[in-house]
């Protein structure tokens, strides 16, 4: 059955098959916070999200854990300005901080103001009940997961 839905090629090089094809990846690009938290959603799933600076403290919110939901939280602005960042969810995996590995196990990530820099970035992996959790961070002290 699965060879049936299995796209080659477009004769117009249509995004639509591109995406099928697995040659174009989701973009999702936040260009301000409206109140300073995001709340991503089932539809979101598969795509990076750009974030920008932020303009107060903020939430990222997931959706309800469920398999196969999964995002790339990557900063698009030079930092994430003075404020920090949270995400609450049940989390497992690892990342690197400063060139430092670091457990990334708990019920909340928490980036420090300013420490999201540009290109850092989370992949959240979700198996319908724990999101994994991989990030890479420039700054020593950048992320903490309690």
């Known amino acids: 059955m699965k060879d049936v839905f299995e796209v080659k090629r477009?004769?117009?090089?249509?995004?639509?098959?591109?995406?099928?094809?697995?040659?174009?990846?989701?973009?999702k690009n936040i260009a301000a916070y409206t109140t300073n938290n995001i709340t991503l959603d089932d539809s979101d799933s598969g795509a990076m999200v750009i974030?920008?600076?932020?303009?107060?403290a903020s939430t990222i919110?997931?959706?309800t854990a469920s398999t196969g939901l999964n995002y790339k939280l990557v900063m698009g602005a030079?930092?994430?300005?003075?404020?920090?960042?949270?995400?609450?969810?049940?989390?497992?995996?690892?990342?690197?901080?400063?060139?430092?590995?670091?457990?990334?196990?708990?019920?909340?990530?928490?980036i420090a103001a300013s420490d999201f820099k540009k290109g850092d970035y989370l992949n959240l992996v979700c198996d319908g009940?724990?999101?994994?959790?991989?990030?890479?961070f420039v700054t020593a002290g950048a992320v903490t997961v309690s």
């Not at 004769?11 to 973009?27: F, P, R, T």
């Open 61 to 63: 919110t997931l959706p």
């Open 78 to 110: 030079a930092t994430s300005s003075a404020h920090t960042i949270t995400i609450a969810g049940t989390f497992a995996g690892v990342g690197v901080d400063a060139g430092v590995v670091m457990p990334m196990t708990g019920t909340n990530i928490v």
């Open 10 to 27: 477009s004769a117009d090089g249509g995004d639509v098959l591109k995406s099928i094809n697995g040659l174009l990846v989701k973009v």
């Open 129 to 136: 009940a724990t999101w994994f959790v991989e990030g890479q």
């Open 51 to 56: 974030l920008p600076g932020t303009g107060a």
